[in-house]
């Protein structure tokens, strides 16, 4: 029988040093938090929640299922555009009463780009 190693992912050997991290695989720190993108979420959060009370209930429904899809992470945001693009035709639709929502979320849409 012959004497093998097997490896099966990085190995790293650190002699010495400080405040050493391991290898960086260009997560450190996590991701750069979007302060805007937060922001323009939560803005449309609170005003739909403000919104529901003005719509029919089929409407209520497709805003309470959207919220939890309402995320500060712009490719989940940019694969989630048939609810963003609900949400909106739904605030154009109230009128005047949905015009905060609507605002809101062009504010949002303009941020993904």
Known sequence: MSEASNF??????????????GINYGTVGGAVEDV???AAVEELTRVLRELRPHLA???ARTVEGALPELTPDRD????RGMTLASV????ATVGEV?????EALGR?????G
């Open 108 to 112: 949002l849409l303009g941020l993904l």
């Open 76 to 79: 989940a945001l940019r694969e």
């Open 98 to 102: 949905g015009r905060p929502a609507a």
């Open 8 to 21: 099966y992912g990085p190995v790293v050997n650190v002699n010495g040093g400080r405040e050493n991290i």
């Open 57 to 59: 209930p089929d409407q």
């Open 88 to 91: 909106a035709q739904i605030a």
């Open 36 to 38: 805007e993108l937060r």
